[in-house]
């Protein structure tokens, strides 16, 4: 054994030439546990061994690992080096406990750069942390010899073994959290250029090419038809189910709009899908259309969200294909309180509450295609109540509800909505405001 007064007598110590000089700076403070020290020999001797079986055990499950090892011998030969002595060093100082006052230092900043490069490569970090864990055990193997065969006492040993795998944590953590920051920043960047291809996909200024490209960047598969999905804005609920789609789904964050361009929404089980996931959301799903529509689609859509506010349309969600009758009805609002005017003109110089109920039976009449019997189920009135007041609209109407031109006309006034009372009121009303008109049922 060499006591710590035989270092500094300008011989070679532990038998092994050309030592650095951060090597005989760590040297000088030798002092507490001369046997600690004498380790270092054994294991710089055998620090080409343990490397070789390390690389190894890598072989099979992480080849790109073992090759770099192999490659960058010289680099990793160095690090394994300095590893060795911050080892010794910390062991003396109080084994892990001493890790916050003595941090592995820059090994950190290349291990968090190893973390990046994994997340960059498309890579599991779980993979890389298992690699670590097989060099962990091999290296503890080899200290551990080299602490028993140089006559290291058990406290020690103790100590290494907490210091050899507290390194490992926190080069485990510092890749960890390069995984980590890079997957955020790649997100962060991710979502910024999937906006830019909402906006171009809702711009009507945009062209296929320039569609094509801006995909291309977002990493989005341009799809042969997309559906538009709106939501209330102030729904929390929805931002939850907004959160949820897959990642094929572009959200759309746009003025007053919220929701989400979701590709190919017919294909089989999407509906299904979409009707579950939106329920109690207020939602409205827009009709399929091809990319160079979409604008088009939003228009459709925001109207079925007005006609739906309006309580028009009262399904949960509401899927634009199956109400395009009802849009067509209501896109001019002043054309169709026009053509109720019109239509219902016969009915104008009765009492509200006539007109009201007269005009609620005249829509189930159109709806059921003159079946008394289901008139009567759907307003839940007798069937010679149904034969009576169809004898006053017989009465009002003439010949002319006979007329095929003339119940198309009255069903596009009837079937959607409310009529227009307030321009239906006879002159001699007494000003009581007209009732509420029946809504369309949900298709």
């Known amino acids: 054994m060499r006591s710590s007064e035989s270092v500094?007598?300008?011989?070679?110590?532990?038998?092994?030439?050309?030592?650095?000089?951060?090597?005989?700076?760590?040297?000088?403070?030798?002092?507490?546990?001369?046997k600690l020290h004498e380790m270092l020999p054994v294991l710089f001797r055998r620090l080409p061994e343990m490397l070789d079986e390390v690389r190894v055990m890598l072989a099979n499950s992480w080849p790109d690992y073992a090759e770099f090892l192999a490659q960058e011998q010289a680099e990793v030969t160095g690090a394994a080096e300095a590893f060795m002595l911050w080892l010794i060093d910390t062991a003396e100082h109080g084994g892990a406990e001493s890790l916050r006052e003595r941090?592995?230092?820059?090994?950190?900043?290349?291990?968090?750069?190893?973390?990046?490069?994994?997340?960059?490569?498309?890579?599991?970090?779980?993979?890389?942390?298992?690699?670590?864990?097989?060099?962990a055990r091999v290296a503890w193997r080899y200290v551990s010899g080299a602490a028993l065969e140089t006559g290291v006492e058990p406290d020690t040993l103790a100590a290494l073994a907490e210091a050899v795998f507290a390194f490992v944590d926190q080069l485990s953590s510092a890749s960890a959290r390069g995984y980590?920051?890079?997957?955020?920043?790649?997100?962060?960047?991710?979502?910024?250029?999937?906006?830019e291809l909402v906006e171009l996909l809702l711009s009507d200024r945009s062209d296929s090419t320039a569609v094509r490209a801006a995909a291309i960047r977002a990493g989005w598969t341009l799809p042969r038809e997309a559906a538009v999905i709106l939501l209330a804005v102030s729904s929390a609920m929805g931002h939850e189910v907004l959160n949820r789609l897959d990642s094929s789904c572009l959200i759309i964050h746009r003025r007053a709009l919220l929701g989400a361009i979701v590709p190919d929404p017919v294909r089989p089980g999407r509906r299904q899908r979409l009707s579950t996931a939106l329920a109690g959301t207020g939602a409205v799903v827009g009709h399929p259309?091809?990319?160079?529509?979409?604008?088009?689609?939003?228009?459709?859509?925001?109207?079925?969200?007005?006609?739906?506010?309006?309580?028009?349309?009262?399904?949960?969600?509401?899927?634009?294909?199956?109400?395009?009758?009802?849009?067509?009805?209501?896109?001019?609002a002043k054309l169709l309180e026009a053509l109720r005017e019109?239509?219902?003109?016969?009915?104008?110089?009765?009492?509200?509450?006539?007109?009201?109920?007269?005009?609620?039976?005249?829509?189930?009449?159109?709806?059921?295609?003159?079946?008394?019997?289901?008139?009567?189920?759907?307003?839940?009135?007798?069937?010679?109540?149904?034969?009576?007041?169809?004898?006053?609209?017989?009465?009002?109407?003439?010949?002319?509800?006979?007329?095929?031109?003339?119940?198309?006309?009255?069903?596009?006034?009837?079937?959607?909505?409310?009529?227009?009372?307030?321009?239906?009121?006879?002159?001699e009303s007494d000003g009581t405001p007209p009732p509420q008109g029946r809504r369309r049922k949900a298709v």
């Open 342 to 427: 019109q239509a219902l003109a016969p009915l104008a110089r009765l009492a509200p509450t006539t007109r009201e109920r007269l005009s609620e039976t005249l829509g189930a009449w159109l709806r059921h295609m003159g079946d008394r019997q289901a008139v009567a189920a759907e307003l839940h009135i007798h069937p010679q109540t149904v034969r009576y007041r169809m004898s006053q609209l017989h009465a009002a109407f003439g010949r002319s509800l006979d007329d095929p031109a003339t119940r198309t006309r009255l069903t596009l006034a009837l079937a959607w909505g409310t009529a227009a009372e307030p321009n239906l009121q006879a002159p």
């Open 289 to 332: 259309v091809p990319l160079e529509q979409l604008p088009v689609s939003v228009q459709f859509a925001e109207l079925t969200a007005r006609l739906r506010a309006g309580g028009i349309l009262t399904d949960d969600p509401v899927f634009v294909e199956d109400h395009l009758d009802a849009l067509i009805v209501h896109r001019d």
């Open 180 to 195: 980590v920051m890079e997957q955020s920043l790649n997100v962060a960047e991710r979502e910024l250029l999937r906006d």
């Open 8 to 34: 500094d007598d300008g011989k070679e110590p532990f038998g092994w030439p050309g030592r650095s000089p951060e090597l005989d700076a760590y040297l000088d403070r030798i002092g507490q546990e001369p």
């Open 103 to 135: 941090p592995v230092g820059n090994q950190l900043e290349l291990f968090e750069e190893i973390g990046r490069v994994q997340w960059r490569e498309g890579r599991e970090v779980s993979t890389l942390l298992s690699a670590y864990q097989v060099g």
